[in-house]
């Protein structure tokens, strides 16, 4: 069984900052792609970004392109977020996903595994 733990999440001024950590416990962690996705009230989930196995491939929603960076650390089984520049549409549960692939993608109906998902709050 495969374990997804986000945490970092916060609350956070306009033009603020945030670091979202995953860690997975489980099968071989570079097995797997990994994505962050995000949920606002009302919404659906959406794209944010996502990592190769490797990490070698990066890529990101336009909404945060240039704001938003996705890394990973296969030796501690983590993935991250760095999130910069944060506006009050970034608000949202964001959600670390695991997909069974060396690919990405950005279709949530292809990742195996989810996180119990992290607030973050942007006010203006």
């Known amino acids: 069984q495969v374990q997804l733990v986000e945490s970092g999440g916060g609350l956070v001024q306009t033009g603020g900052s945030l670091r979202l950590s995953c860690a997975v416990s489980?099968?071989?962690?570079?097995?797997?792609?990994m994505g962050w996705f995000r949920q606002a009230p009302g919404k659906e989930r959406e794209f944010v970004a996502a990592?190769?196995?490797?990490?070698?491939?990066?890529y990101y929603a336009d909404s945060v392109k240039g704001r938003f960076t996705i890394s990973r650390d296969n030796a501690k089984n983590t993935v991250a977020l760095q999130m910069n520049s944060l506006k009050p549409e970034d608000t949202a549960v964001y959600y670390c996903?695991?997909?069974?692939?060396?690919?990405?993608?950005?279709?949530?109906?292809?990742?195996?595994?989810w996180g119990q998902g992290t607030q973050v709050t942007v006010s203006s």
């Open positions: 990592i190769s196995w490797s990490g070698a491939l990066r």
């Open positions: 996903a695991a997909r069974l692939a060396t690919t990405t993608s950005r279709n949530t109906r292809e990742y195996d595994y």
């Open positions: 489980g099968r071989t962690f570079s097995s797997y792609a």
